[in-house]
């Protein structure tokens, strides 16, 4: 198992940027793949983007193409989402979730390791 602490939410306006991290525990970060996924009130959690154990395969939801970005330091135990050109619909808790395999994955139910969340509020 892999503790999860995602960081970096916030309140910015329609255009905005913000950069998510989500620091885990423990010494096989490295063999596990990420992804990243958000909640927005009254919806189901829908996939954003993710990561392979190696950054070599990433992999994004069409909604935020050309506009989030994914990436991972293995020797910082951390990933990262990089959101730009932030829109009023981006509001959302986002998540961050790990699995023990070297693929990338897009369903909720793929992942067995999830943070707590991180607010992002983007105001038009």
């Known amino acids: 198992q892999v503790q999860l602490v995602e960081s970096g939410g916030g309140l910015v306006q329609a255009g905005g940027s913000l950069r998510l991290s989500c620091a885990a525990s423990?010494?096989?970060?490295?063999?596990?793949?990420m992804g990243w996924f958000r909640q927005a009130p009254g919806k189901e959690r829908e996939f954003v983007a993710a990561?392979?154990?190696?950054?070599?395969?990433?992999y994004r939801a069409n909604s935020v193409l050309g506009r989030f970005t994914i990436s991972r330091d293995n020797a910082k135990n951390t990933v990262y989402l990089q959101m730009n050109s932030l829109k009023p619909e981006d509001t959302a808790v986002y998540y961050c979730?790990?699995?023990?395999?070297?693929?990338?994955?897009?369903?909720?139910?793929?992942?067995?390791?999830w943070g707590q969340g991180t607010q992002v509020t983007v105001s038009s």
């Open positions: 979730a790990a699995r023990n395999d070297r693929g990338t994955y897009s369903k909720v139910d793929e992942y067995n390791n």
């Open positions: 990561i392979s154990w190696s950054g070599a395969s990433l």
């Open positions: 423990g010494r096989t970060f490295s063999s596990y793949a």
